[in-house]
C-alpha cells in the first residue's frame, strides 16, 4: 500500500500561522482546489484529531476516514461505520489492517504529531507538499521534537498561480 503524507508550507516551513491550526484560512484557493480533488479521490485518509477538530469534516460514502487519538472513546458518537472511524492503534497497526483489507493506498493528511509519528516508522513512500509563497516566523512544522534523517527524490513540480505556489512531489528514499 501506498501512503502519502500530503501538506501545504510556507517557505519558511510553517504549516500552521502562529497558533491558528486551520490551514484553510491562508492557503492559496489553487492549494486548496487541488486538496479538495485529492480529499475525493482518495478511498482512505488518515488525520489527527487536533486537525479533525479544526477542519471538520463531512462524510462521504466514498472514503473512509481515519482520525487518529489517544481517546477515541470521547469521540464514539462521531464514528459512522465505514465513513468515520476513531482509533488509537499505532501507524503500523493501522497500515497492516488496512493492507489486509486491500487498500492500494492512504493519504496522510495531518496533523504534525501524526505526520511525525509515521515519518519515525518509516511508513511513508511520498510527500506531496504544496510552498505557498508566505513566511509566519512562529506557526508548527509537519514533523515535531523528534529526529529524523529522510531523503527525497523529487518526482514532480507544478507552479500553480502567478505568486508563485509551488505543487511538489517527493518519493521517500528508503535506506
Given amino acids: 500500500m501506498k501512503t502519502i503524507l500530503i501538506f501545504v508550507s510556507t517557505l519558511d516551513g510553517k504549516v500552521t500561522k502562529r497558533d491558528q491550526p486551520r490551514v484553510s484560512l491562508w492557503s492559496s484557493h489553487q492549494d486548496q482546489d487541488y486538496y479538495k480533488k485529492i480529499w475525493n479521490e482518495s478511498r482512505l485518509i488518515v488525520m ?5 477538530n479544526a477542519e471538520k469534516v ?21 464514528e459512522i461505520s465505514g465513513q468515520i472511524e476513531f482509533t488509537n492503534e ?35 513512500d511520498e510527500l506531496w507538499l504544496t510552498f505557498e509563497p508566505k513566511i509566519f516566523g512562529l506557526g508548527s512544522n509537519f514533523a515535531t521534537d523528534v529526529e529524523l534523517d529522510i531523503n527525497l527524490r ?7 498561480n502567478d505568486q508563485g505556489t509551488l505543487i511538489t512531489k517527493y518519493a521517500v528514499l528508503k535506506k
Avoid: C
Fill in 58 to 78: 463531512n462524510p462521504s460514502a466514498s472514503n473512509q476516514i481515519i482520525i487518529m487519538t489517544s481517546h477515541p472513546g470521547k469521540y464514539k458518537s462521531l
Fill in 48 to 52: 489527527g484529531s487536533n486537525t479533525f
Fill in 154 to 160: 523529487l518526482i514532480h513540480i507544478e507552479r500553480v
Fill in 90 to 124: 499505532p501507524p503500523v497497526e493501522l497500515i497492516s489492517r488496512f493492507i489486509i483489507k486491500g487498500h492500494q493506498q492512504m493519504l496522510v493528511v495531518g496533523g504534525p504529531h501524526i505526520a511525525t509519528s509515521f515519518l519515525k516508522e518509516q511508513l511513508i
